[in-house]
């Protein structure tokens, strides 16, 4: 696979993606879009170009936490928030995901992260008929072709505004959408620009899905492998 190959033209895929979003609210008789913040650089993205479509008034995040939940994601996702004028509220999923841990006896770390999955989608399908919302998803392709996701969970959603991009993409995006560019400049100070520009670097060791401090390149090789071998399964299955 060329890098060529996986290059954006990065003003048409905004734009693209933008009139994606407002056709699928449209289409939902809905007026509002929900969004489950990790801290990573996938939800500040799909945030970022669901405030640009539709306005930050329409569109309204989540913070998700476990007990094990580093303390990076809520600095991340308050952020992103803060920096898109977006609403932001937090729901401590523990006490729900402790109950059904014992309920099920599940020790598995794999089980116990999907439990948790799910429980989250719970909680924002819960929101969305509260805010009369459409869920946003906020999984890329290359997580969808490797199969790391969670059936009913993180993979459950309204419409997926960033799922046909590859990881690399993710991050060409999020690049050009940079906080000054996108953002109002008298939000731009102090700690929430630079914690914002962080988490578009920072990729989604997001301690949450996962154990706290694994991130998706650890469990699944180095970035541009992982992107390659997403890259060729698409192509086999042409």
């Not at 598995?108 to 919302?133: E, F, P, T, W």
């Amino acid at each position: 696979m060329k890098h060529e190959e996986m290059k954006l033209d990065p003003e048409r895929e905004v734009s693209r993606i933008s009139e994606f979003i407002r056709s699928e609210l449209r289409m939902s008789g809905l007026s509002n879009i929900v969004v489950g913040l990790s801290g990573g650089v996938d939800s500040a993205l799909t945030v970022c170009l669901c405030a640009r479509a539709v306005g930050s008034t329409h569109v309204f995040s989540f913070l998700l936490p476990y007990r094990t939940s580093g303390p990076e994601t809520r600095v991340h996702g308050r952020a992103v928030a803060e920096v898109a004028g977006i609403s932001c509220e937090e729901i401590e999923i523990t006490p729900a995901v402790d109950a059904l841990h014992a309920m099920l006896s599940t020790e598995d770390r794999i089980r116990r992260g999907n439990v948790m999955a799910r429980v989250r989608m719970i909680v924002l399908y819960d929101r969305s008929a509260a805010h009369k919302a459409l869920v946003a998803g906020t999984g890329n392709r290359t997580e969808a072709l490797l199969g790391y996701t969670t059936l009913h969970g993180d993979s459950a959603c309204g419409f997926a505004p960033i799922a046909h991009l590859y990881k690399c993409q993710v991050r060409q995006l999020a690049a050009h959408l940079g906080v000054r560019e996108f953002f109002p400049g008298h939000l731009l100070d102090g700690g929430v620009a630079r914690a914002f520009a962080g988490v578009l670097r920072a990729g989604d060791c997001n301690g949450q899905r996962k154990q706290r401090g694994q991130c998706r390149e650890e469990e699944l090789g180095s970035s541009r492998g992982v992107n390659c071998r997403a890259h060729s399964l698409s192509r086999q299955r042409l």
